[in-house]
């Protein structure tokens, strides 16, 4: 019931773009994403509501396609501040909450 | 505003010892969690309250045990523990569990890195 996250890892240039995406294998009724940096808390991003909305966090984006049960988070024009593993959290039905593996993006110079 | 605090920040135990994580929120949160985060395991669900007085097992919840001591307070308790425990723990609080959507995003707390030698 773990949504499945991917990539696991990218490495990315400072001004470059990445995107990662979440897959579930149960009907959804939102997605969160959050951001953990090295030795931190995770910290929340946004909420991507039922219904196809597409937020933004600064130049952090992200959409979810209820239909086939996943999300993809932007991240367009990197900064090193980016760095850090990105999860995804998912609500299905029953109240249930899960948090994806996990995808490392580490931003260099 | 502290968020939700977490105690302490790091612990060595020996195999067989116990020992009580403390979790505390201020935002008046029903419901509490417990997670525990190991490499390229992303975080896994040990024990949830959805409201005080109410406590439900996630996903690993063997070898814990957990105490809702208020709205506030929520412990997650090692009775014998063991080198699998080797984990960093985290908390964290909604507002409302089961509500959905905005009341359902997650608050953590700074985490609790436990290594059980």
């Known amino acids: 019931q773990q949504p499945v996250q991917s990539p696991q890892a990218v490495i990315l240039r400072e001004g470059e773009d990445a995107v990662i995406n979440c897959s579930s294998s149960k009907a959804l009724y939102s997605v969160h994403w959050y951001r953990q940096k090295h030795g931190e808390a995770p910290v929340f991003l946004m909420i991507l509501l039922k219904g196809g909305e597409q937020k933004g966090h600064e130049k952090i984006s992200a959409s979810f396609n209820e239909k086939k049960q996943q999300s993809s988070l932007y991240l367009t024009a990197s900064q090193l501040s980016y760095s850090g593993t990105y999860f995804c959290?998912?609500?299905?039905?029953?109240?249930?909450?899960?948090f994806g593996t996990g995808t490392s993006l580490t931003v260099i110079p | 505003n502290a968020g939700v605090t977490q105690t302490p920040k790091f612990q060595v135990l020996k195999t067989g010892q116990s020992m009580t994580l403390q979790c505390a929120q201020d935002m008046n949160h029903n419901s509490m969690y417990w997670y525990r985060q190991d490499p390229g395991m992303g975080l896994r669900l040990i024990y949830y309250s959805a409201s005080e007085g109410t406590t439900d097992k996630g996903e690993v919840p063997n070898g814990y045990n957990v105490s809702r001591l208020n709205k506030r307070e929520f412990s997650l308790r090692l009775e014998s523990a063991a080198p699998s425990q080797t984990s960093v723990y985290f908390c964290?609080?909604?507002?409302?569990?089961?509500?959905?959507?905005?009341?359902?995003?997650?608050?953590f707390g700074a985490g609790t890195r436990l290594s059980v030698l």
């Open positions: 964290a609080s909604t507002a409302l569990a089961g509500a959905m959507g905005t009341k359902n995003i997650q608050y």
């Open positions: 959290g998912t609500e299905v039905r029953g109240n249930q909450f899960y």
